[in-house]
């Protein structure tokens, strides 16, 4: 099995004018002044372990005291707008317990880890360079997927919400084999429809760390999500493989459970399930997902070998004219969500 990867560093793309608009309207834009720029002022540092003392790459950042303060009080008023629609009253209560920051991937993220100090719970949310491609991974997920997601953009940096759940890679390497014969073959059908997602909704680079398992509890069961963690790479690829988890070698022992634990039957089935559902979603998402299709089809965010690369494996892959007239990554998209459309309209998804 080949892996796809990246050449060369992803670019980072502004945001323009319409989408800043089209964020204003579905309340996307911070009141809150926090600048990722000003979190890079930090005086020192230490590498983070975690309990097996193995270095996770993150790094906890500290800050001069008089600027602690300032940076603590924005950061406890952009918790407020994503979790309590920018209620201040719930300031006096919490505490910023962390800062830290990371410098393995594109986004270099600092994650925020704040806690209530009344009951001791806490939560993280991560700030990011904007960049317009995630914007757009980010907000076809909270549009497309069962699970919505909160996020704010203020200028040009990014307020994330963080995604619970196993990392994939961890999951993989410890939690696997552990589990019963029926919850793996529940896992390898979960798997078998975020790699379609993925596909369909053109989101590359899902490595396993770039994703979460989610077990839920159900009666006397546990069932299984898989999210994605990382919008890095909505649109940005011109290998389709690369919008393809099976095909990196990380996810390998995912490939192999479904080998294992599926008939080609069942794998096409739920292929199909996937495709009707995302397909029903696109329709029922009416002018917002049109909207920013739109926006989108006016932007920039891949270089033009990567589309012209992209919208003729597409069109090899389905001889769908509509992938190989189009002139830009929203308009590639566009052209896969009117296939997957088309395709499942003789279901009666619609009615």
Known sequence: MSE????????????????????????????VSVCYDDLLRFSGSINVYDKNE?????????????????IDLNLKKVYSLLHSDGNLEIIKYLNI?????????????FRIKV????????VHFYIKKADASRIYGLELEHILSPDKINFLVHDDTLIEEHIIGIPGDV???????KCAETEKSQIAKEFVKFNERCMIRLLGDMRAYNYVVLPIHDFDQVVFRIRPIDFDQQCYEGKFKFYRPQFFKENFPMVQLV??????????????????????????????????????????????????????????YTNDVSFKTAKTMGEVLNAAFEYIILNFKNINIFK
Not at 100 to 109: M, Q
Not at 171 to 177: A, G, I, P, S, V
Request: proline share 2%; aromatic share 10%; hydrophobic share 35%.
């Open 4 to 31: 796809s990867s990246v050449q060369l560093k992803k670019i980072t793309y502004p945001i323009n004018q319409s989408l800043f608009e089209y964020l204003e309207r579905y309340d996307r834009i911070s009141k």
């Open 259 to 316: 080998k294992k634990k599926l008939q080609a039957t069942s794998i096409e089935q739920y292929k199909n399930e996937e495709r009707a559902a995302l397909a029903k979603r696109v329709h029922s998402a009416g002018n917002r997902i049109q909207k920013l299709l739109k926006i989108m089809s006016n932007d920039t965010i891949a270089p033009e070998l990567h589309i012209e690369k992209l919208k003729l494996e597409l069109f090899d």
């Open 171 to 177: 999951f993989m390497e410890t939690l696997l084999e």
């Open 97 to 109: 317990d962390a800062i830290d920051y990371c410098t393995f991937g594109n986004s270099k993220p």
């Open 115 to 122: 806690r209530n100090i009344l009951n001791d719970n806490y």
């Open 54 to 70: 193995k270095d996770t790459l993150w790094a906890r950042v500290f800050y001069n005291e008089h600027e602690r303060s300032e």
